[in-house]
């Protein structure tokens, strides 16, 4: 084959004028637009020339990727038939039952009630001040230096425990991964809520610092 037709002008150009691809749609290992008609496609694109409509759900000001969906909606679609975000742990078990396994693993983990759980959870994430998702709940966190995660072999984070003084605030998702980054040395240094996050983790340094000499007190008394 000495001659292509574009797909973008509809001229036959000699094969010469295309660039090679690995595209599974071009059999010929030719690309389906010559060159300057991919060279003048590229520049538009990058320019910001040609933008993809945005996102059908409310509130989304992502680019569509499919079906009229940005990409975390498509694939959410795609899985459970809906877009909207579900809790599924209490669509499984109910409110009470919930609420009992949900007691029990703020017990055996953290130490704490599930009254008092709620009670830290009044004012959204303590560092942001938001609950973005409500069909989440926020994560407890605590001081990793004091009870170090434990993971099983399949790299789950179930087993491990806290002693209960370690235990600082409670945040939602994002913040919770930032204050990670922070501790272990990896967060820039323009990143929005750092002043914050150094903050919180100085305040509850000295708060965890503070009940760890009470409670030895406590048991040198007894």
């Known amino acids: 084959m000495k001659n ?3 797909t973008k002008c509809n001229q036959e150009l000699s094969v010469k004028m295309f660039y090679k691809t690995k ?18 496609s590229s520049l538009k694109s990058h320019r910001g020339g040609v933008r993809k409509p945005e996102c059908t759900v409310d509130g989304c000001e992502r680019l569509n990727y499919a079906k009229t969906y940005c ?14 975000l579900q809790n599924n742990i209490k669509k499984t078990y109910g409110k009470a039952k919930y609420d009992e396994v949900r007691r029990e ?3 055996s983990k953290f130490k ?3 009254e008092e759980y709620y009670e830290m959870c009044k004012n959204n994430c303590e560092i942001c001040g938001e609950n973005p998702y409500e069909h989440k709940i926020l994560h407890v966190d605590h001081d990793h230096k004091c009870c170090p995660v434990k993971y099983d072999k399949y790299g789950r984070t179930g087993y491990f425990r806290t002693c209960g003084l370690c235990v600082r605030g409670v945040l939602c998702n994002k913040c919770n991964t930032a204050v990670g980054k922070y501790e272990r040395g990896l967060m820039r240094d323009d ?5 914050k996050i150094i903050i919180y983790v100085t305040k509850y340094n000295q708060l965890i610092s503070d009940r760890i000499e ?3 007190k ?5």
């Open 218 to 222: 406590e048991q040198g008394t007894r």
């Open 105 to 107: 693993h703020l017990k």
């Open 214 to 216: 009470s409670y030895d």
């Open 4 to 6: 292509k037709t574009c």
């Open 112 to 114: 704490l009630t599930l």
């Open 23 to 40: 595209n599974k749609y071009c059999p010929d290992g030719l690309d389906y637009y010559c060159k300057e008609c991919r060279k003048i």
């Open 191 to 195: 990143y929005p809520l750092r002043d």
């Open 71 to 84: 990409r975390i909606h498509y694939e959410r679609f795609h899985r459970k038939g809906t877009v909207e």
